[in-house]
C-alpha cells in the first residue's frame, strides 16, 4: 500500500453534491479498481480498468463515474444519483492476473 | 455477479486457539486471495494462492486451495491479539471479487 495513495482520507459533502475520490499509484500496475465497503457488506467492486482509456462496470456502478486518462490515476466520482453514499471507498492496484493492493481508503459521509 | 460464500461470519475465540474459515464458490477459478483488514484500514494481502492443491504459509498462517478450485480455507495457529480484525477471501479473474469477510474477536 505504499505505493497507492488515497486522497482525502475523510470527507464530507451536503447531499446532492458530485464528489470526487482522488488514487494514485507509483506502482506501474495495469489494473486499478474502486470497491465500496458498507458494514457488514464486505467490499463491493463498483468499477475496474484494467488498461488505460478504459474501464468497466462492477456490481454496484450506479451512481457512480471514473475516468482512466493516466496508468497512474483512477478518480471516482461519487454523483447525486447515488441514493446512499456514505461508505467507506478503496482503490486498488494489480498487475495481469496477480493480487492486489489497497490504499488507506477513504470515509466519504454525506450530511 | 458470482458468488463467494465465506464461514463464519464472525468468530470469537480465546487467545492461543486456533482459527479456521473458509470460502467457496460456484464456479472454478484461477487465484485465490485472502486479506486481513484492521479498522479504517485498507485489506493488506496475506496469502495468495495459484495453483489447485497448493499449500501455502505465512509465519503463523496457512492457506490452501482446494483441488477442486471451488474452495480455500485459511487457518491461523496460536492466535494473538493482533489477529483481531476482518478477514476475507478473494477470487480472480479478469476482476477481484471479495467474500463478506470474518470478523475474528479475541475474548479477554
Known amino acids: 500500500d505504499g505505493g497507492i495513495t488515497q486522497s482525502p482520507k475523510y470527507l464530507f459533502r451536503k447531499e446532492g453534491q458530485n464528489v470526487t475520490l482522488s488514487c494514485e499509484q507509483n506502482?506501474?500496475?495495469?489494473?486499478m479498481y474502486w470497491y465500496r465497503q458498507d458494514p457488514g457488506q464486505g467490499l463491493r467492486l463498483i468499477y475496474y480498468s484494467q488498461i488505460v482509456n478504459d474501464f468497466q462496470k462492477g456490481d454496484i456502478a450506479e451512481g457512480y463515474s471514473v475516468s482512466r486518462e493516466k496508468k497512474e490515476s483512477f478518480p471516482l466520482t461519487v454523483t447525486s444519483a447515488q441514493k446512499n453514499p456514505t461508505a467507506f471507498y478503496l482503490c486498488?492496484?494489480?498487475?495481469?492476473?496477480?493480487?492486489?493492493?489497497f490504499g488507506q481508503g477513504t470515509r466519504l459521509t454525506v450530511v | 455477479g458470482q458468488q463467494l460464500n465465506q464461514s463464519p461470519q464472525s468468530m470469537f475465540i480465546q487467545e492461543g486457539e486456533d482459527v479456521s474459515m473458509n470460502c467457496t464458490s460456484s464456479s472454478i477459478f484461477n487465484t485465490w486471495l485472502w486479506y486481513k483488514q484492521d479498522p479504517g484500514e485498507g485489506p493488506v494481502l496475506l496469502i495468495a494462492l495459484y495453483k489447485a492443491g497448493e499449500l501455502t504459509s505465512n509465519g503463523r498462517l496457512t492457506a490452501q486451495f482446494g483441488i477442486t478450485r471451488k474452495d480455500s480455507f485459511l487457518n491461523i495457529s496460536a492466535s494473538i491479539p493482533s489477529d483481531v480484525g476482518i478477514y476475507f477471501c478473494?477470487?480472480?479473474?479478469?476482476?477481484?471479487?471479495f467474500g463478506k469477510g470474518t470478523r475474528l474477536h479475541i475474548l479477554p
Open positions: 486498488a492496484t494489480s498487475d495481469w492476473n496477480t493480487e492486489a493492493f
Open positions: 506502482l506501474n500496475h495495469d489494473a
Open positions: 478473494a477470487r480472480r479473474d479478469d476482476k477481484i471479487i
